[in-house]
């Protein structure tokens, strides 16, 4: 006899982080961005990028309204960031009456989730953010002077607000996928490239337009991976459906 869909069970991984996921999804990463963030407030290297960008593009933001990086990378970008969670979301609703789906109901609404909510944190940090996008420097033709990013904090002023970079976080939040197929990828990796190499797109979009530093988008990928990694362990995967290869031992 065949099982209902609400009445089959579907045996839980029982997964648990050792030391070595700890060591390699929380501590190596922390590391990392320890080391960049200092080599970037240290070097310079951001305002020499800036630089060549700026002055690629005649002494001139030429590219901050261009079809490409203003209307394709920017303005569709955010709708094809959209239509996959409404995709994402469907798929959930769909796993209620399609067996197949079930399964992959939790690993799927943990991924809505971060791609809803990474961002969402990400807005609220750069709307309450005192630092200024490069196009209001006077370093580029503006009006502010120029300072190291984690300098200027954050308020209620009227300027700024352009830190961290809230576009790229559309992209970088899809790192989630990562986590969403850590239980069940052979080659878990592969899952990070939707999201970097989205979210790099985006992020140097916006560095083009002159609307972020490099620095921008670095906080913006470690906010989201290190957000998908705390949200991971929320939704509890020990509790996730087994991969098909246990449930057959």
């Known amino acids: 006899m065949t099982r209902s869909l609400n009445t089959e069970t579907i045996p839980a991984s029982g997964w648990r982080p050792d030391l070595r996921f700890w060591i ?7 590391a990392a961005l320890a080391v960049l963030a200092i080599l970037l407030e240290a070097t310079g290297f951001e305002l ?4 060549r960008w700026y002055a690629a593009e005649g002494g001139y933001w030429s590219l901050r309204h261009h079809w490409l990086t203003y209307v394709v990378m920017h303005h ?7 239509m996959a969670g409404l995709t994402l979301f469907l798929l959930i609703l769909a796993s209620f009456k399609v067996a197949a789906l079930r399964r992959w109901r939790r ?17 609220k940090m750069k709307h309450a953010s005192l630092a200024p996008c490069p196009w209001d420097l006077a370093r580029y ?19 700024g607000g352009c830190f961290p970079s809230g576009h790229a976080s559309g992209g970088f939040g899809m790192v989630a996928a990562y986590f969403a197929a850590y239980l069940y990828a052979r080659v ?3 899952f990070l490239l939707p999201g970097l190499v989205v979210g790099t797109l985006f992020a140097l979009g916006q560095q083009l337009r ?19 990694l705390g949200l ?13 290869a246990v449930e057959n031992e």
């Open 76 to 82: 569709y970008g955010k709708r094809m960031v959209l």
């Open 188 to 190: 878990r990796w592969l």
């Open 210 to 228: 002159g609307a972020h530093f490099i620095s921008h988008d670095l906080w913006t990928l470690a906010i989201c991976w290190f957000g998908a």
């Open 232 to 244: 991971f362990m929320l939704f509890r995967p020990w509790n996730w459906p087994a991969p098909k």
């Open 48 to 51: 020499w990028l800036t630089d």
């Open 141 to 159: 033709g503006g009006d502010y002077i120029y300072h190291h990013t984690l300098s200027y904090g954050f308020g209620g002023a009227d300027s």
């Open 107 to 123: 690993p799927l609404t943990y991924l809505l989730t971060c791609m809803a909510v990474l961002p969402a944190i990400i807005a």
């Open 24 to 30: 390699t999804h929380l501590l190596l990463p922390l």
